[in-house]
């Protein structure tokens, strides 16, 4: 007996967390849901939901779901190759521990600052523009400008190749020398090896890596924000301007289209989850 | 080295440090030439009453955020760890949440949820903003907290203080935190980071903190907005130095971080 009420009265310790989360996270996002399908007078609708599939919505939705797309998987591959050069035999060691600290700290330089470094270097007065200018070849006149869907793409990676360079160091850490040495031994060439053991031990960190990523672009929204004045369409974009702008006349559609953006989440979540599973086991 | 990856990374190299080194070429332009080299887009800065108020903002923001956060979370983990460590993966998938919902959908949330609560709560960036600060910093305090108190041995600690005849609130201040004090830094490094970085709530909740004033100088004058961007990258690299300094001690964990987008 005396052990159940010492049980209970443990549970009690924890209450101040659970109440908080229940008030700040719990709360708010069943409030999203609700308002997701409402009706501006009264009474629950699905038209907010039913809405999101008409212009602009489900365009934004595509440009947003394209860009993710694009930075995550460009994103990771680029990043899987220079956290492997890195890391590979033959490579200082100090390289991998700078590159490790500067990962750390570019991945978490994103939003403003990072808008406006990228409109120093590539913007119409740039630096790597004017360099071009100067040498004849002006790539403003050509339909290569950083405010469009390619420029943000471009921006993007950023914050998304440190970030897969960080996610990924561990797995190509678990890559073990001996079966490099087993393959070679066997016969096995360069490419065989890469073919039969590396990508295979690697596949399910860097499915799961890329979809980090694809979640890490697509909630992006001060980047784009500084970046295009709202210009491209992407759904964080279209919801914010839903608040700051005037266009208020249904928040419940900016609920909706909240709500859309935790389905598309939440369908990223259920790939990643067994994904991380199995890539667990070559893990150290 | 081989040369494939002498290639990727100078690649690499080049695409991270050509936007830093532009930046630092335009904070050295004049506003009203566009020639170099003048140091006054960094005199602005630091003579704009604007530029101080909104740091103090996003500084004291970040204090607040960060005792909050210690205060829900270390006697928490400390729990969990001595008594119910059945609830521990419970408490890692919520501090996890945050990390997979976009901060723009929480904001929505927030705002739907709080409108219309009283205004020292829902009009004062000590208030509403905090409030969502913590709920940001949960994943990065979480995991280094739990690293920390995993390091050690909780029990242990826990009797012998006990034995000695100390009290519950002395135990966790005195014998616990001193052992736990290199992850609680960690986490509040990253939390540091975080909130001096974060735009996406505090604009749609009309907060003016230091990214909204970066913000409104990148709209308004180009070259001061250099410098403020470099001021902003010195910022990150400065918490996450700390981090790395505190990370070098055991039990702190390598966490990865994912701030303002």
Known sequence: ?284 | MAPSAFLWLLLGALYFFIPLIATTLFSLKSNQTGHCCTAANYSWVIHSAAFWHSLKISALLALETIVISLLLFVPTIYWVHLKLPKLRPVIAFLALIPFVVPPIVMVVGLLRFFKGTPSWFYAQPWGFLAGAYVILAFPYMFFSLDAGFRAIDVHTLTEASQSLGARWTTTLVKVILPNIRAAALAGSFLTLAIVMGEFTIANLSAFHTFPIFIQYVNESQGFPAASLTLLSFGITWAAMGSLLLVGRKRGTGGAVVAGAR
């Open chain 1, 1 to 284: 007996m005396s052990g159940r009420r010492r049980l209970s009265l443990a549970w009690l310790a924890t209450v101040p967390f659970f109440a908080y989360t229940i008030l700040f996270l719990f709360l708010p996002a069943g409030s999203v849901l609700i308002g997701a399908f409402q009706g501006t007078v009264h009474g629950y609708t699905f038209g907010n939901v039913r809405q999101l599939f008409n212009h602009p919505y489900i365009d934004a939705y595509k440009t947003s779901i394209e860009v993710s797309l694009v930075t995550s998987v460009i994103g990771g591959v680029a990043g899987l190759f220079i956290a492997y050069a890195a890391i590979r035999e033959g490579t200082p060691r100090w390289i991998r521990s700078a590159l490790t600290t500067f990962s750390g700290v570019a991945a978490n330089f994103g939003g403003i600052p990072l808008a406006f470094a990228f409109i120093a270097t590539l913007g119409p007065l740039g630096i790597i523009t004017v360099f071009f200018r100067k040498h004849g070849w002006d790539p403003t006149q050509h339909g290569l400008s950083l405010f469009s869907k390619t420029g943000v793409e471009l921006t993007y990676m950023y914050f998304q190749l440190p970030l897969m360079i960080l996610v990924i160091a561990p797995a190509i850490d678990g890559l073990r020398k001996e079966w490099r040495e087993a393959s070679a031994n066997l016969g096995g060439s360069q490419l065989q090896f890469w073919r039969y053991i590396g990508v295979p031990v690697l596949m399910p960190s860097l499915l799961g890596a890329i979809i980090l990523l694809f979640g890490n672009a697509f909630a992006a929204y001060a980047t784009a924000y500084s970046l295009t004045s709202g210009t491209v369409n992407l759904v964080p974009i279209l919801i914010g301007a839903y608040y700051s702008g005037n266009v208020l006349n249904n928040p419940h559609l900016a609920q909706a289209m909240a709500f859309g953006m935790f389905v598309v989440l939440a369908l990223m979540m259920v790939i990643y989850i067994p994904l991380q599973r199995r890539a667990a086991r070559w893990a150290k």
